[in-house]
């Protein structure tokens, strides 16, 4: 069954705490992209990678970080320095860059 | 100016009724046009996907681009109330790494 996994679905981060977003494709993609939704808005491009051990920053980079070391695989950090995290985070695959790209189900992080 | 503009609404339709959604673009650029159907609190997902001018249909919906104008409309026919959602459109450049997503239209379909 092929498709894009994300976990966790909810995640709760503390003041000065840096959270890792986990995202997983099984549908051989070479791109992968993080985005954030914020209510009411569309989506922004945080990172975005085309290639295993390659990624590029998207429109709103500042505060997160990115690793792709496998090809299924591209987790994001959000660090102490992004200020304003509460919102919904979106991953998504598409088989080459300007192609379709298909979502992950989200993760809402909330700050306590 | 953004650079795909997409109205909020709230748009209310009674059951049945033709739903008709649209975004304007700025940039000749754009190549490639798409409509997820987002539920809330759950990820998009794609409905349609197109790339040259004209109407693209899929069931009970259809697509149509008129590059000419830099506008793009969605049309779902004989709505249901499963209908209910926040559609977005997303347009992308030819060779693009990205999409650029409009601010999404929520769709009510009243029963």
């Known amino acids: 069954d092929g498709g894009i996994t994300q976990s966790p679905k909810y995640l709760f981060r503390k003041e000065g705490q840096n959270v890792t977003l986990s995202c997983e494709q099984n549908?051989?993609?070479?791109?992968m992209y993080w985005y954030r939704q914020d209510p009411g808005q569309g989506l922004r491009l945080i990172y975005y990678?085309?290639?295993?051990?390659?990624?590029q920053k998207g429109d709103i980079a500042e505060g997160y970080s990115v690793s792709r070391e496998k090809k299924e695989s591209f987790p994001l950090t959000v660090t102490s320095a992004q200020k304003n995290p509460t919102a919904f985070y979106l991953c998504?695959?598409?088989?080459?860059?300007?192609?379709?790209?298909?979502f992950g189900p989200g993760t809402r992080l909330l700050v306590l | 100016q953004k650079e795909v503009e997409q109205d909020p609404g709230p748009l209310s339709v009674p059951e049945g009724a033709i739903v008709s959604l649209n975004c304007t673009y700025s940039?000749?650029?754009?190549?490639?046009f798409m409509w997820y159907r987002q539920y809330s609190r759950k990820g998009p997902e794609l409905l349609m996907y197109?790339?040259?001018?004209g109407n693209k249909e899929d069931g009970r919906f259809t697509a149509q681009v008129d590059k000419s104008s830099k506008y793009i409309s969605l049309f779902i026919r004989d709505s249901q109330p499963s209908d209910s959602a926040t559609y977005l459109c997303?347009?992308?450049?030819?060779?693009?790494?990205?999409?650029?997503f409009g601010g999404g239209t929520r769709v009510l379909v009243k029963p």
């Open positions: 998504a695959s598409s088989p080459g860059a300007g192609e379709t790209q298909y």
């Open positions: 549908l051989n993609h070479d791109a």
């Open positions: 990678s085309q290639i295993v051990n390659d990624f």
């Open positions: 940039n000749s650029a754009f190549q490639y």
């Open positions: 197109t790339y040259s001018s």
């Open positions: 997303a347009i992308i450049k030819a060779a693009g790494n990205k999409l650029t």
